[in-house]
């Protein structure tokens, strides 16, 4: 009861379409697409009935493809927007790091996007998360990294369970690493070994640089 009125109160000042995508993200993200039922996010987002949701979305599809645009768009832009990938001083990987630590829903509901395989999906997965593997390539090809074009699709995706599958995989990494991987130093540390790796994989300048919070955990 007191979440559904933490959530009735957040309603009252954000638009509902976006209280809705929130729990939407939420829930997709914990159970995939085929786990959870309109009338669960309805209720997640303080609706009376699923009919209120049906005022926003056409269908339970329309607000799965909402949520996916949402979350992978401002990522397209970003890895669109990288200037000199594998060089330390790009501050792409930061913004990056920044916006997963945010949304941290976002890689667990690419995740399960992969494991909901139905053919209801496929075709809208592949639509909306082609453009940021497309854009990734397009970047690691600019780079001009000594990689043979053959390898490059499984460098993308190296790249992508490197820097995803951190977040994706937060409730995992608590239990077997010391710390709180969310905690602001670890994420600063994070970003940092990121950088540092990305710059050994695409041949840059890879020397290690020490992080204001790095020097703080020691």
């Known amino acids: 009861m007191k979440a559904r009125a933490v959530v009735r109160r957040a309603a009252a000042v954000r638009p509902t379409r976006d209280v809705i995508l929130d729990a939407a993200e939420r829930r997709f993200a914990e159970r995939g697409f085929s786990g959870v039922s309109v009338r ?20 339970k599809k329309a607000l799965y493809e909402a949520v996916l645009i949402r979350g992978v768009g401002p990522m397209i832009e970003m890895v669109a927007s990288s200037q000199t990938p594998g060089d330390l001083s790009d501050p792409v990987l930061d913004r990056i790091v920044d916006y997963l630590a945010a949304h941290p829903n976002l890689p667990r509901l690419i995740q399960r996007a992969g494991l909901d395989d139905t053919k209801l999906l496929r075709s809208t997965v592949h639509k909306l998360l082609a453009p940021l593997y497309t854009s990734g390539l397009r970047v690691l090809a600019g780079s001009g990294a000594d990689w043979d074009p053959a390898d490059m699709p499984h460098l993308a995706a190296g790249l992508y369970h490197l820097i995803f599958g951190y977040f994706a995989n937060a409730s995992l990494l608590e239990v077997v690493l010391p710390e709180d991987p969310r905690s602001p130093t670890a994420l600063a540390r994070q970003a940092q070994f990121l950088k540092t790796a990305v710059a050994r994989m695409l041949g840059g300048n890879a020397v290690m640089a020490t992080t204001p919070a790095a020097k703080s955990s020691r």
């Open 40 to 59: 669960e996010i309805a209720s997640d987002a303080g609706l009376k009935n699923q009919a209120s949701l049906y005022h926003h979305f056409k269908n």
